[in-house]
């Protein structure tokens, strides 16, 4: 069987092109089965020409698309724009598993797949190639002509990541990819977060599948793919993209252990401040971590608790920071402007726990309500979003269409762009000016223009 992947990056902010590891977990899969399969990358503006062409040479037996919930409407359009398709069409990814329902929204889609999809796409690559009726595979949504919309169960979450085989880089430009993300590669040795925050889709991803949710790899599974990895491509960092590495502390002391023998690449993690501590820090430190990223999201004790189902104090979150520092690794914080029911003055409480803590670089994203999530419910309910129109809700994370009075969109654009001026200016004001042109209006052509130097610019002036 020969399987076409439709991947929309369109229109983000960066300029640079992303690996996908849901798309290349089931290209590898596939290919170990025998199968063919093939990308096409949409990335830039959206331009349906490129898949049309590459449809007419590849001519595939099976098309499957991989959308998050912003890149939805693409998705939509694709469809609008180039049914029918010559083969059978399936959609996966996150918004297909939180918004099912919107099999029926596009007109030629022929199915959804619901969670994990390695093995679900499998059987259906097998049973389409034997010309059986996959109106019974679990994890499928299926239009039928005899029987309406069929709806099946999902199967559990798969126990040991291990038997997977390490995800197709190949189907990417991998080495592009990894010079445009400063020579770094990514790698995933785990699935799931352990924690519930309310604008996350963890803790509704992990409602649509039984069995246990957070999952790691084993340390010797995941040496043998960084081998692999160092042995083909050329970087000189690694970046190990797991929503909470830290999660279980056994891996952590397994994976350093291990790591420090076998590679001297430094290598950068997430981690939430509940579990960094100075003796966790040491380690990592040791085995060549020099980068943690932390979740700070908001920086009122209250509204984290009340409205986003995070429960650490301030000085928790900073002592996690004070700990990554005392033994020399550099941090990053995530942030969040614009969430529902916060204020100008909730918000300068986020301004005033970075602007004490200091981390060696900030990112500010605006608040955007996924399907599935509690906060989307309460914007639903509170009447901040429009419910006819949910293609609607996704605005890049650099504007809103939350329409709150106590927290007008003027303002929650102010914020995001004068927030990591507003946390610098006092400390590092060349850091703090060089991130009020970043999040300028004009910023993104700025950005652009300075690409050929951007290495140089992000380690004197950001410091990372």
């Known amino acids: 069987m020969k399987i076409l992947f439709v991947y929309p990056d369109i229109g983000v ?3 640079a092109r992303s690996y996908q590891f849901g798309i290349g977990m089931l290209s590898a ?3 170990a089965h025998g199968h063919e399969t093939r990308l096409h990358y949409m990335f830039g503006a959206y331009d349906p020409a490129p898949l049309k062409r590459a449809l007419a040479v590849y001519q595939p037996d099976l098309i ?8 939805f409407r693409f998705v939509k359009q694709i469809f609008k724009d180039l049914q029918p398709f ?22 030629g889609l022929d199915a959804i797949c619901i969670g994990e999809g390695e093995y679900p796409l499998l059987e259906l690559a097998e049973t389409l190639k034997q010309r059986g009726d996959p109106r019974a595979i679990r994890n499928l949504w299926v239009k039928t002509r005899d029987f309406g919309l069929v709806k099946n169960p999902t199967r ?13 880089r190949e189907l990417f430009d991998y080495q592009q990819i990894i010079n445009s993300d400063f020579h770094t590669a990514l790698f995933m040795f785990s699935r799931g977060c352990p924690y519930d925050c309310t604008f996350c ?3 509704a991803l992990r409602t649509r599948q039984e069995g246990k949710y957070v999952r790691f790899r084993s340390v010797a599974s995941c040496l043998e793919e960084i081998r692999a990895v160092l042995g083909r491509y050329a970087l000189r960092s690694l970046y190990f993209n797991d929503d909470c590495f830290t999660a279980r502390r056994d891996f952590v002391d397994a994976f350093c252990a291990c790591y420090s023998r076998e590679c001297a690449l430094p290598f950068a993690i997430n981690a939430r401040p509940e579990t960094l501590n100075d003796d966790v820090c040491r380690v990592l430190k040791a085995a060549g971590c020099h980068r943690v990223s932390i979740g700070i999201e908001s920086g009122s ?5 009340e409205v986003l189902g995070r429960r650490q104090s301030n000085d928790r979150i900073a002592e996690a920071f004070a700990a990554c520092r005392r033994v020399g690794i550099r941090t990053k914080s995530f942030n969040i402007v614009g969430f529902p029911h916060e204020t100008p003055a909730i918000f300068q409480e986020t301004v005033d726990l970075n602007a004490r803590i200091q981390p060696d670089s900030v990112i500010i994203g605006i608040f ?8 989307a419910e309460v914007c639903l309910q509170e009447g901040f979003i429009p419910k006819d129109q949910p293609d609607a809700w996704f605005m890049g994370r650099m504007d809103t269409i939350l329409t709150m009075p106590t927290f007008p969109r003027r303002e929650i654009l102010r914020c995001f762009r004068n927030f990591a001026y507003q946390v610098y200016k006092q400390h590092a004001p060349l850091k703090a000016l060089f991130y009020k042109i970043y999040y300028s209006p004009a910023g993104e052509r700025l950005i652009r223009a300075l690409a050929p130097v951007k290495d140089v610019l992000r380690r004197l002036v950001m410091g990372v």
Do not use: W
Not at 64 to 71: D, E, L, T
Not at 301 to 305: A, G
Not at 368 to 375: D, Q, R, S
């Open 13 to 15: 902010r960066g300029g």
């Open 29 to 31: 899969v596939l290919k």
């Open 64 to 71: 499957a698309f991989s959308a998050v919930s912003p890149q």
């Open 86 to 107: 010559p083969a059978f069409t399936i959609l996966g990814g996150h918004h297909a598993t939180l918004a099912p329902e919107c099999l029926e929204s596009i007109k």
């Open 156 to 168: 559990p979450f798969m126990e040991d990541l291990d038997i997977l085989p390490f995800p197709d």
């Open 201 to 203: 889709s963890n803790h």
């Open 301 to 305: 004790e209250s509204f984290r608790r």
């Open 368 to 375: 955007e309500p996924y399907p599935g999530t509690k906060l």
